[in-house]
């Protein structure tokens, strides 16, 4: 059994679709609405807007692109679609940070509907081509394109603010449509699949490790994308720093889980004699070494200066995120892998919902001292809901479909 490298590499070109446009808005979105809105609280509920939206949309796409069938595949279609659309309100958002609140508002939600009208479908590609027993290492490979997405969007991005706020955002959509295009001319989506498509059905997941492992993945996107969603504000309204030297530093995050993406899947999974420790006790060492660098962090007064604590974040991040969702794919009945890859991203959307809004009328009412240690919280919640999850290895049965 061998991983196939084309497909996944091919997969992963999607996934640095995705990585280009999340940690922008994450970052600047709240600088943007803090131009006509004070209220942190408030700001924080309008990140979640989108989400609110696309909530059951993107489990619906991904129970949908199961039972697609066109010329271009299952998945394929979904993104030659809607990346294109969500590469065009990318380029509104800079248009109504200068115009009215109103206009970059609609942009940014209309830009969320259409990213998880292709997000769910393209990353269910990879377990339709990889084997139960490779995934974490293919979910790997297709992260460390993502990874490399996001110190391009980042690095790139904080230049390209410095000279004009509005020119991030139009710098990804034009990436986003050349992924398009590669999408397009260059790639077709294989007839075999190791997962076989069964008839349209929605039910609530029922097995005990699936919901803890789900309630785990809550808890650690409020955390890390909380992270990602204020440090730029924390930075500039409690520390006194720039926004763009803070996003900065997010850089050395996204470099370090590019560099142990790969290596992470592999630590779980074991390479030749190596067995590998386990989807699980991968996670729970990554929990913990995310709990370290927040507490690191707090101690900091200029964030600037501590390129190696943001290092060390996307280092143990890495061996959360590649891990977890070869663990729900695992878990998954035959012919539900999309579902199960919309559950996934339902939960992390669940996340987005309560994250922000969350921390943010902490700051209001407690100050930013709460901003590291509310991140420390919620991981060591995701902890505890990792030791009751008892399935996800790459030997475990998936469950029986109900």
């Known amino acids: 059994m061998r991983l196939n490298w084309k497909y996944t590499f091919i997969i992963g070109f999607g996934f640095f679709g995705v990585g280009l446009v999340w940690p922008l808005y994450n970052a600047y979105m709240p600088i943007f609405y803090s131009k006509f809105i004070e209220s942190k609280t408030t700001i924080g509920y309008l990140m979640t807007i989108d989400n609110w939206l696309a909530l059951t949309l993107t489990p619906l796409i991904g129970f949908l692109s199961d039972r697609t069938r066109t010329r271009f595949g299952r998945r394929i279609p979904y993104l030659l679609v809607f990346a294109p659309l969500s590469a065009l309100f990318l380029m509104l958002i800079p248009v109504g940070w200068e115009t009215s ?9 209309l830009m969320n509907l259409s990213m998880a009208c292709w997000r769910s479908p393209i990353v269910a590609l990879m377990p339709d081509v990889t084997p139960p027993p490779l995934r974490s290492k293919a979910n790997g490979i297709i992260n460390f394109m993502g990874g490399l ?32 295009a590669i999408f397009y001319f260059f790639i077709r989506e294989p007839e075999n699949s ?20 789900l309630l785990a993945i809550f808890c650690w996107f409020v955390a890390y994308n909380s992270l990602e969603t204020w440090v730029t504000t ?40 190596f067995k590998g420790l386990g989807r699980k006790r991968t996670i729970i060492g990554g929990l913990l070494m995310m709990i370290l660098a927040f507490f690191l962090l707090n101690l900091q007064s200029d964030l600037t200066k501590v390129w190696y604590l943001f290092a060390f974040v996307g280092f143990a991040w890495a061996w959360v995120n590649i891990n977890s969702y070869p663990m729900i794919t695992q878990m998954a009945p035959e012919g539900r892998i999309g579902a199960y890859t919309g559950m996934y991203y339902l939960f992390s959307s669940l996340a987005n919902i309560a994250g922000p809004p969350l921390f943010g009328w902490v700051f209001d009412h407690y100050g930013y001292v709460w901003f590291f240690p509310m991140g420390i919280i919620f991981m060591a919640l995701a902890i505890l809901c990792m030791l009751m999850v008892q399935k996800g290895e790459k030997e475990s049965a998936p469950v029986s479909a109900s």
Not at 163 to 177: D, I, K, Q
Not at 240 to 246: F, K, W
Not at 256 to 264: H, K, V
Request: zero cysteines; glycine letters at 14%.
């Open 234 to 273: 924390y930075g500039r309204d409690y520390l006194g720093l720039h926004e763009a030297d803070v996003a900065k530093q997010l850089t050395f995050s996204g470099g370090a889980f590019l560099l142990f993406a790969i290596p992470s899947g592999f630590l779980a999974d074991g390479i030749g004699r």
């Open 194 to 213: 190791t997962e076989k498509s069964e008839r349209f059905q929605i039910g609530f997941i029922k097995d005990r490790s699936a919901i803890f492992m």
């Open 101 to 109: 609140l109103w206009l970059l508002l609609g942009a940014a939600i």
């Open 149 to 180: 997405a996001y110190i391009v969007a980042m690095y790139g991005g904080a230049i390209l603010y410095r000279m004009y706020p509005g020119l991030p955002f139009v710098g990804s959509a034009v990436l986003l449509l050349g992924v398009t």
